[in-house]
Each structure stands twice: as structure tokens, then as C-alpha cells.
């Protein structure tokens, strides 16, 4: 079961068919991108993006970028789907969305991730051959929200970053059936906030943006008469560790996949839109690949046994390191 699940990878504005290779070669089965072409940026600017990433950097531009891109994809036998997931879709910007989504059909995209519900029912009308994801963003908490998804046409619901371990289980046990797909994170940063309520960006700020900035940084408190910082255990930890630490930044879901693939998890997702991803991608796909339990190949592989035992570095915290 676990050698079925596939490696979902996002790809940065810069990529080109070289980085898409090198990511296929580590392991990635399927890639995302954020589209904004010369269209959407005259009507709009960059601050209304089409996918919830507001800098020229994390965005595909033109055409020709995207169709060299799907054709590596499609030569490889992977999958490309185009994000269009910002929260709220105006009647403008679906006019001008419908063009970007034919453009990147024409260029061989497979598909198409929303946030907005309202336009799910419009992509899966409009564009029938294009599979849609629900994004992790739309605000699937429970199993009616999913179940309303998939009579609008959705084929895969990506789970929320922030969501928690007995909730994911038990949305997906009352949502299973054939012909559908679920997504979950498994590498990177966590949200410690509600995905599909925050609008703030991820990238203004240098090095240190809102969620960084209150997520990962060091915490302060007031001592007795005079700031005092205070370093928790686990932070310590994670600067102990940082230059070591294989996957970079973020949080890590590696001995969980056994126990995502039992609940019916089809698809790892490893955020990031980075070529960072890399190292992130095979280790997903050693664990995935090997024979061996998942929980000490991972630990070996991580070789972070403070921080593993402190499970400060766990996306699924909950489960059995087994």
C-alpha cells in the first residue's frame, strides 16, 4: 500500500526542465506551480495573485515557461497541475482565471487546484478534462465539508496543514470511496494558524516573515523586573541541529506514512515551491520504498535522536514512532 502513495512536489517560478528532472529523479511523481501570466499581472498586479504567492520569484510567467515545463513533466510521465487557489474569486478575476486555466491546459497541465468553493463546480464544468484538487486553503475540517466538494466536481481533497491527526482520521474514514484521492503534508512547515482564514504572505519579510516569525522563532517573555529570553528546550535543539538537518527547515511527517497510507491517504504532499525540496523528496521515497519499518529507518535517516525524542520536530506528533 505505501509503494502506491505518490510524492506531490512544488515547483519554484525559476524552474526549469533540469530542476523538474533532478526532483522526478529524487522521487516527486507529481509537481504544482503557481501561473501568472502577462494578463492576469496588467489586470491585476502581482498583490491579487491567482495562487496565494504574491512575488515575480515563486511564479511561472509565460507560456513557453510553462509549456517546456509539462513537456519534461509529460516525457518523465508525471503530472503538472496549476494553482488557482486564491481564497476569494471575483467575478473579474474567474474572466480573466478561465483564460489563465485554458492557457495552461493548452500548455498540459492536468489539472487544477481551488480554494474557493464556489468556483469548484465552474472549473469542473468548464474545463471537464482537468482533474480538480481541492487545496488545503478551502477549509476542509470535517467530512461535509469534503463530501460538498466532491459533488462539485472535485477528484482530490488536499487535507489542511494545520489539521490534526483524529480529525484527519476521521474525515477520511467517513469520505472513502473509489475514484477518490486524498492529499496530506508531509515535510515542511506546519501552519500554526487556519489556512483557510489567514491572509497574510509568506515571503515579504527577510528571513523572517508573520508565520516565521511566530511559529519558529525564539520566544520572549518578561523575567523578574527585565526582558528575559527564554530558549525552550526544542529551539536549542533545532539550532543544534540546523546545519545538519537534511531537509532544512520545517517539520517532518516520515514515520507517519504508514499509518497515512492505513487511513487512505493517496498522495504526500511537500510544500515549498523550492528546489530545496530535494532532499525532502528522497527521504519520502526511501521510506516509501523500503521494506523496513518506517519509524527507525526514519530516525536513522533523520539522525536527529534529541529532536526526534522531543517529537518538537513531528508533523503528526500524535502517532507511534514505530
Not at 43 to 69: D, H, I, K, M
Request: with cysteine.
Amino acid at each position: 500500500m505505501r509503494a502506491a502513495m505518490k510524492i506531490v512536489a512544488g515547483l519554484p517560478g525559476r524552474a526549469d526542465a533540469g530542476l523538474l528532472r533532478r526532483l522526478a529523479e529524487a522521487g516527486a511523481d507529481e509537481f504544482f506551480l503557481g501561473y501568472l501570466p502577462a494578463a492576469w499581472a496588467a489586470e491585476f498586479g502581482q498583490e491579487f495573485s491567482p495562487n496565494r504567492r504574491y512575488r515575480s520569484a515563486s511564479q511561472v510567467s509565460t507560456p513557453r515557461a510553462l509549456e517546456g515545463l509539462c513537456s519534461e513533466a509529460r516525457r518523465l510521465g508525471r503530472a503538472v497541475t496549476v494553482a488557482f487557489n486564491e481564497h476569494l474569486v471575483t467575478p473579474a478575476a474567474w474572466r480573466q482565471g478561465r483564460r489563465l486555466i485554458r492557457q495552461a491546459r493548452a500548455a498540459g497541465v492536468t489539472g487544477v487546484i481551488v480554494a474557493d468553493p464556489a468556483i469548484i463546480r465552474m472549473v469542473a464544468d468548464d474545463f471537464p478534462d482537468l482533474a480538480v484538487h481541492v487545496s488545503g486553503d478551502a477549509g476542509l475540517y470535517n467530512a461535509a465539508a469534503g463530501e460538498l466538494f466532491f459533488a462539485q466536481g472535485a477528484r482530490r481533497l488536499i487535507f489542511p496543514r494545520e489539521l490534526g491527526w483524529a480529525e484527519l482520521r476521521a474525515t477520511l474514514a467517513a469520505l472513502a470511496g473509489p475514484r477518490r484521492e486524498f492529499e496530506a503534508f508531509i515535510m515542511g512547515e506546519p501552519c500554526v494558524y487556519d489556512g483557510a482564514r489567514c491572509f497574510t504572505e509568506h515571503g515579504y519579510s527577510l528571513g523572517r516573515d508573520f508565520c516565521v516569525g511566530h511559529s519558529v522563532k525564539l520566544l520572549y517573555r518578561l523575567g523578574r523586573g527585565r526582558p528575559e529570553p527564554l530558549v525552550p528546550r526544542e529551539e536549542r535543539l533545532w539550532e543544534r541541529y540546523r546545519g545538519r538537518r537534511p531537509w532544512g527547515w520545517g517539520r517532518c511527517g516520515l514515520c507517519a506514512i504508514p499509518h497515512l497510507a492505513k487511513i487512505g491517504v493517496t498522495h504526500l504532499k511537500v510544500p515549498g515551491r523550492s528546489s530545496d525540496a530535494l532532499e525532502s523528496i528522497r527521504l519520502v521515497r526511501r521510506v516509501l520504498d523500503a521494506a523496513s519499518p518506517a519509524g527507525p529507518l526514519a530516525r536513522s535517516l533523520l539522525d536527529v535522536p534529541e529532536l526526534c525524542a522531543s517529537r518538537f520536530l513531528c508533523y503528526y506528533p500524535e502517532l507511534s514512532h514505530d
